[in-house]
C-alpha cells in the first residue's frame, strides 16, 4: 500500500516553474528524512532533494542547486519541491521516498510513490 501520494507535475516550457507536493501517510510519517527523485528514460533514478522532518535542514544535488527548493508543511504532511528556472534536462517522472538511516546517502530511501511526471520544453 502506497504510503505517499505525489502530485503537481505537468508541462511547461524552459524558464518555467513548478511546485510538486508529496503527500505523506503511513509509516512515512516518522521518517527522519524526504527526499525527492526523479526519473528519465534510459538514465538512473537520481536523488535530488532531501530534508530533514525534525529541523526542517535540506540538502541539494548540484544538478538542481539554487533552482529548486524542498520544503514541509507538518500540519498537512505535506512535503513540497518548488522548481524554478526548469530547462529541458529536468524532464522526468519525479517520486519521493523516506528514510530513518543516513540522510545524505540517497542509496538510503525506499518507498516511492508512482510519481508526478514533469516535461519541459524548449
Known amino acids: 500500500q502506497a504510503q505517499v501520494q505525489e502530485s503537481g507535475g505537468g508541462s511547461v516550457q524552459t524558464g518555467g516553474s513548478l511546485t510538486l507536493s508529496c503527500e505523506l501517510s503511513?509509516?512515512?510519517?516518522?521518517?527522519?528524512?524526504i527526499a525527492w527523485f526523479r526519473k528519465a528514460p534510459e538514465k538512473e533514478r537520481e536523488g535530488i532533494a532531501g530534508i530533514y522532518r525534525g529541523d526542517g535542514s535540506t540538502f541539494y544535488a548540484d544538478s538542481v542547486k539554487g533552482r529548486f527548493t524542498i520544503s514541509q508543511d507538518n500540519a498537512k504532511n505535506i512535503v513540497n519541491l518548488q522548481m524554478t528556472s526548469l530547462r529541458p534536462e529536468d524532464s522526468a517522472l519525479y517520486s519521493c521516498?523516506?528514510?530513518?538511516?543516513?540522510?545524505?546517502?540517497?542509496?538510503?530511501?525506499?518507498?516511492w510513490g508512482q510519481g508526478t511526471q514533469v516535461t519541459v520544453s524548449s
Open positions: 521516498a523516506s528514510t530513518s538511516g543516513f540522510c545524505p546517502s540517497w542509496s538510503m530511501y525506499n518507498g
Open positions: 503511513g509509516y512515512m510519517l516518522s521518517a527522519k528524512c
